[in-house]
């Protein structure tokens, strides 16, 4: 079972290649990311443009780098939500077009279960890949950590699973980002946090962890408040100074001690509630998914409390890419899913889980 999987939910133009669920045939990413980074967010009317004038081209490369034609397209897989309208809508008519013109079934995919999915990718002839050895075993606990979601998921097996909590405000990626902006390190902010907590104190600050009623619900907005607090505080400022000339007032030894303060703090928060589970469910797997899961001090909390050992995908499937969404296809084609008709499949930017 080969199957072809696109994703442009929100500032990727990804498609991916992967056969019986396991095997990575093809990766193909191309961010608009620079394009983003002068306007500090996503834009998504530059998104959708963007994945316009890449899809076809992406969708070339990467059934050149599978060293495949279409005859060894089995199934098309989609993301058809959770995202931007704008930019699901260009993956999904492509897709559309794709199936109807290729004579292929075509699967409808949710972006947050792709996430998960990529742990299943366990082998590869392309260079620069460190997978896991094996598949995740069911029941799983999931922890999924992205620019737009963090969710706690029990997974039983494919297809049956139970949302545990999930945040109520902001996402953690988000808060990454948003941090990033407060204390002046560049779009996005995952990764620039990550680079500047480096040369910083993780204690320098006291930073708080939301007590949430949910038992595994999540809250991050107050935590980005401390951390504007924090940093007023730290240049002598009070409330009222404007966020926007933090950057300029506040030494780089200071922007690293909030980096690292802020960073272990989110981290723990996440970790907090995935150990909870563990010990609730006694699932034989915990897997982390998204784009925060590339963070090495989530990797590093999780591997140090978690009483079982944990492995972690290679950091370029964990940020959004087709091959996730490919991986789940797969396994919706092998155990005979409901196919998703071609002439009339719509996309659902609000899609949960
Ligand atoms: O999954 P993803 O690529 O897109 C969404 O579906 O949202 O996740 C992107 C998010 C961004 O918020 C980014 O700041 C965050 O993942 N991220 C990280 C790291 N790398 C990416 N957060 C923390 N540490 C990282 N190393
Ligand atoms: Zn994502």
């Not at 834009?43 to 034609?69: F, G, K, M, N, Y």
């Amino acid at each position: 079972m080969v199957v072809l999987g696109i994703e442009s939910s929100c500032d990727e133009t990804a498609v991916g290649i992967v056969q019986d669920g396991c095997i990575l045939r093809a990766n193909v990413v191309l961010s608009s990311m620079d394009l983003h980074a002068a306007y500090g967010g996503v834009v998504p009317e530059i998104a959708a443009r963007s994945h316009i004038e890449a899809i076809t081209t992406v969708v070339a490369q990467a059934l050149e780098q599978a060293d495949c034609t279409w005859d060894d397209i089995d199934a098309i897989a989609v993301t058809y939500g959770a995202g931007l309208g704008g930019s699901l809508l260009i993956g999904v008519l492509t897709a559309r077009t794709l199936a109807i013109t290729k004579g292929k079934p075509l699967y409808a995919i949710n972006h947050v279960e792709a996430h998960v999915y990529a742990n299943f990718i366990t082998s590869t002839a392309l260079p620069g890949y460190a997978l896991q050895a094996a598949p995740p075993q069911f029941p799983i606990v999931a922890l999924i950590a992205s620019g737009g979601h963090s969710q706690l998921v029990l997974w039983r097996g494919h297809f049956d699973y139970t949302l545990l909590g999930q945040t109520q405000d902001d996402a953690v990626g988000e808060a990454f980002d948003k941090v990033a902006k407060i204390i002046g390190l560049p779009y996005p902010g995952g990764p620039s946090v990550e680079k500047k907590a480096k040369e910083g104190n993780a204690h320098a600050y006291a930073l708080p962890k939301a007590k949430m009623d949910g038992k595994y619900d999540f809250s991050f907005s107050g935590l980005k408040t401390a951390v504007l607090r924090a940093a007023q505080n730290a240049i002598g400022e009070d409330f009222r100074f404007a966020s926007k000339n933090l950057p300029e007032r506040l030494s780089e030894a200071q922007k690293a001690d909030i980096a690292a303060s802020f960073q272990r703090v989110a981290v723990e928060t996440v970790v907090d509630k995935a150990i909870r589970a563990f010990e609730e469910f006694g699932p034989a797997s915990v897997v982390i998914a998204g784009g925060v899961a590339a963070s090495p001090e989530l990797r590093r909390q999780l591997s140090e409390r978690l009483p079982i050992p944990i492995t972690y995908t290679d950091f370029k499937l964990c940020t959004d890419n087709g091959a996730m969404v490919a991986a789940l296809g797969c396994y919706q084609a092998m155990r005979g899913q409901p196919v998703a008709d071609p002439y009339t499949l719509d996309i659902a930017p609000n899609l949960s889980m």
